[in-house]
C-alpha cells in the first residue's frame, strides 16, 4: 500500500476556498508574486519529492534509526541524499529574504510545505525544520555581522540549527538553568554546560550546526530575568565563511526513544565553547520566544501530519480489508465478507481521523496566514490584530491538534486491528512518532497555562475577543440561512459560552489561584473544539455554495458537509462534558494530601 499522497485537493480547497489565500497574498506587501498558479506549481513538486524522496525513507528510517559513535551521529541510509537533494532544489530559501540568498515568498508557504514533509517523513523534516526557527532568531535579534555570517549559510542549508534550551535538571522552569557563558577579552563567551533533548544537535546531513543556546553571565540575576541568548556554532566560521575548526561542543550520547527513531536527539555537552552574545544580556528569554512561537506552530503541525498519514493509511485499509457482513445486508455479495468501511464502528474512527486532519489544517493555515500580516501588513492596527490572533491560537493549535492527532493515530492503528500493531504496516510506527508532539516545546498542560494565565485572564480577555469576535460576526451573517443552522447555532452558543467560563474561571482563581491550573487543560481543549468547529462551519458554508452553483466537483463538496454535520454532532458535544469538569474546581484535585496518594 501507499506510504502517503499529498492531499492536494483538501489542501488547496482550504486555501482557496475557505481562507481566500488568493486575495490575501495579494493584499499583503510582499507576496504579491505568490500567485495561484505559482502556489500551485510549487506544491506539486514538493508533493512529488514528499512521496517519492521522503516517504520511502520513513519506514526503514526509523528501523535503522541513528546511529552515535564517539561523538559522531550518522543518520539512516538515504537521509544525507534526500537532504542534498532538498537542498540542490532550493527549498531551504523558498520563505526567506533575498538579502541573505531567499527567494522571499511569504512566510505561509513554509508551513504548507512543512505540512507535506512532516507527513511524509516527520523524523527527516525536523532536520531541516528547527533551522526556520534559528534562522527566525538571527534575522531578529542578531547584528549585521551575524547575520551576514550565519543566515546565508543556513538559507542556504548547507548549514541546519537548532535551539538549546533543556538541562538535565530543568526542563520547563528555564530560571533553573546552570549553563554558564564567560566573557572573553575578544567579545565572545566560554559557553558550559550540558543541553539534553537536542533534536537535530548533531548529524552528518551539513557541514556545520549553528546552535542557538540559552545561558547565564557571571553577574546575572536569579531565574528568568539572567538568561542570555548565544550563538554557538559547531564549527566556528573561516575567513571565507565556510565551516573552520571545531568549537567546544560535543555530542555526548543519542537518546534511546520512543519514537523519530530517524531524527538524533542529543546530548550536547558544551566545554568553554567559544559563543556569540545574540539581543541584550539577560534578555535571552524574550528573543528565544521567537524561535520557540516558530516551533509551537511547527508541532501543531505535526499533530496533523500524523492524523492525515494515520487518516490515508487506515482508509485504504478499510476499502480492501473484508471482515463480516453489513448489519443491513451484504454490500460486497461476490466476496466472502464486506470490506471493513461499511461498519459504522470503523466509520466513527475513519471521520473521526478525517475530521481532526482537515479542521486542522484549516486552522494552521489560517495561523500561517497571520503570520504574514503580522510580519509584512504596514498598517500596524492589522499587524496588532494579528499577532493577538497568533498569542490565542497558537497554544490552541499546539495543544489541541497534537491532542487529537494522537488520538487519530490510535483511530488509525485501531481500524487495523492485529495488524496495526505489528511493523509492516506503519501503523504502531505513526503512533509512536507522534506521542513526542504533546511533550515538546511544552507540554499541553504549559501550553493550557500560557493560553489560560497569561493570553486570556491576564489580558482580562481582550485576546479571547479578537478571535471570538471573528465567530460572531460569521454567525451573525449566516443567522438568516436555514441550511446553516445546524451550524450556526450551536456555534454561536458555544462562542458565547467560552466568554461564560472564562469569566466564571477568572471570578474562581480571585478567590483560590490554584482554580486557573485546575481548569486549565480542559478549558484549552473547549478553546480547541469550538476554534475547529468555526472553521468547519466555513467549510459548510464554502460546501453549500459551491453545491447551489453546480460548478462539479459535487462529490467532494457533498463529504465536506457530511464531514462538518459529523463534527458538530459527534465530536463537539465533547464541550459539554468539559464544562462539567472546568466547573468542577480545584478541591477535587488539591484537597487529597499528597501522602494520601499512596494509600
Avoid at 481566500?20 to 513538486?45: K, N, R
Avoid at 531567499?102 to 512566510?107: K, T
Avoid at 520547563?172 to 558550559?192: N, Q, V
Avoid at 526513544?257 to 558544551?270: R, Y
Amino acid at each position: 500500500m501507499s506510504d502517503y499522497k499529498a492531499p492536494l485537493r483538501d489542501i488547496q480547497f482550504a486555501l482557496y476556498d475557505v481562507l481566500g489565500f488568493e486575495q490575501h497574498y495579494q493584499s499583503t506587501p510582499g507576496c504579491e508574486e505568490a500567485s495561484t498558479d505559482v502556489v500551485s506549481a510549487i506544491l506539486e513538486e514538493n508533493a512529488k519529492f514528499c512521496e517519492n524522496v521522503l516517504a520511502p525513507l520513513n519506514q526503514s528510517g526509523d528501523q535503522e534509526g541513528c546511529q552515535w559513535q564517539d561523538g559522531v551521529v550518522t543518520t539512516p541510509s538515504g537521509f544525507k541524499e534526500a537532504y542534498q537533494q532538498y537542498v540542490e532544489a532550493g527549498w531551504p530559501s523558498m520563505t526567506h529574504d533575498p538579502a541573505h540568498g531567499g527567494q522571499g515568498l511569504p512566510e505561509s508557504l513554509g508551513v504548507l510545505l512543512s505540512e507535506m514533509v512532516g507527513c511524509a517523513n516527520w523524523s527527516w523534516g525536523m532536520y531541516p525544520g528547527l533551522s526556520h526557527g534559528a534562522m527566525a532568531t538571527i534575522s531578529a535579534h542578531g547584528t549585521e555581522e551575524q547575520k551576514h555570517t550565519y543566515l546565508t549559510k543556513l538559507v542556504e542549508g548547507a548549514w541546519t540549527g537548532t535551539m538549546c534550551l533543556t538541562e538535565p535538571h530543568c526542563g520547563t522552569d528555564l530560571g533553573m538553568l546552570r549553563t554558564k557563558a564567560e566573557p572573553d577579552a575578544d567579545g565572545t563567551y566560554r559557553i558550559s554546560g550540558t543541553k539534553i533533548f537536542i533534536s537535530a544537535g548533531e548529524h552528518d546531513m551539513a557541514e556545520n550546526i549553528v546552535h542557538i543556546v540559552l545561558a547565564r553571565l557571571p553577574d546575572a540575576p536569579e531565574g528568568t530575568k539572567g538568561i542570555s541568548l548565544f550563538i554557538v556554532p559547531k564549527c566556528l566560521p573561516a575567513a571565507d565563511g565556510a565551516a573552520g575548526e571545531r568549537n567546544g561542543v560535543v555530542c555526548g550520547s543519542i537518546e534511546h526513544k520512543m519514537g523519530i527513531h530517524g531524527n538524533a536527539t542529543c546530548v550536547l555537552n558544551f566545554d568553554d565553547a567559544k559563543g556569540f552574545l545574540i539581543g541584550p544580556p539577560n534578555k535571552g528569554l524574550n528573543c528565544m520566544f521567537t524561535f520557540m512561537n516558530a516551533a509551537r506552530l511547527g508541532t501543531a503541525v505535526q499533530g496533523l501530519a500524523h492524523a492525515e498519514l494515520g487518516f490515508q493509511k487506515s482508509l485504504e485499509y478499510a476499502r480492501d480489508r473484508l471482515q463480516m457482513r453489513s448489519l443491513s445486508g451484504p454490500k460486497n455479495p461476490q466476496g466472502p465478507a464486506d470490506p471493513i468501511i461499511v461498519h459504522p464502528d470503523v466509520r466513527r474512527m475513519l471521520l473521526t481521523q478525517k475530521a481532526f486532519a482537515e479542521g486542522g489544517r484549516m486552522l494552521i493555515y489560517f495561523a500561517a496566514q497571520q503570520v504574514d500580516v503580522a510580519v509584512r501588513a504596514e498598517d500596524e492596527a492589522e499587524r496588532k490584530t494579528a499577532e493577538d490572533l497568533l498569542s490565542l491560537l497558537t497554544p490552541i493549535a499546539k495543544a489541541f491538534l497534537t491532542e487529537v492527532g494522537f488520538e487519530s493515530a490510535n483511530l488509525g492503528l485501531q481500524c487495523f486491528g492485529g495488524h496495526g500493531f505489528i511493523q509492516e504496516w506503519g501503523m504502531e510506527q505513526n503512533v509512536r512518532d507522534c506521542r513526542i508532539s504533546m511533550l515538546y516545546e511544552g507540554t499541553t498542560g504549559i501550553q493550557a497555562l500560557d493560553l489560560l494565565g497569561r493570553k486570556v485572564l491576564m489580558t482580562q480577555g481582550e485576546v479571547l475577543r479578537v478571535f471570538t469576535k471573528i465567530v460572531h460576526k460569521f454567525c451573525e451573517a449566516n443567522a438568516g440561512n436555514a441550511a446553516m443552522a445546524e451550524f450556526v447555532e450551536p456555534l454561536a452558543a458555544l462562542n458565547k459560552q467560552w466568554g461564560e467560563l472564562t469569566l466564571h474561571i477568572g471570578t474562581a482563581a480571585m478567590e483560590n489561584p490554584e482554580e486557573v491550573g485546575a481548569a486549565s487543560v480542559d478549558y484549552l481543549m473547549f478553546s480547541g473544539y469550538v476554534t475547529l468547529a468555526y472553521f468547519w462551519a466555513l467549510a459548510a458554508s464554502v460546501a453549500q455554495a459551491r453545491l447551489t452553483d453546480g460548478g462539479g466537483d459535487s462529490g467532494f463538496y457533498e463529504a465536506k458537509l457530511q464531514t462538518a454535520r459529523f463534527y458538530f454532532q459527534r465530536l463537539l458535544p465533547r464541550t459539554r462534558t468539559l464544562e462539567t469538569t472546568i466547573k468542577s474546581g480545584a478541591g477535587n484535585l488539591m484537597q487529597l494530601d499528597a501522602e494520601a496518594f499512596a494509600f
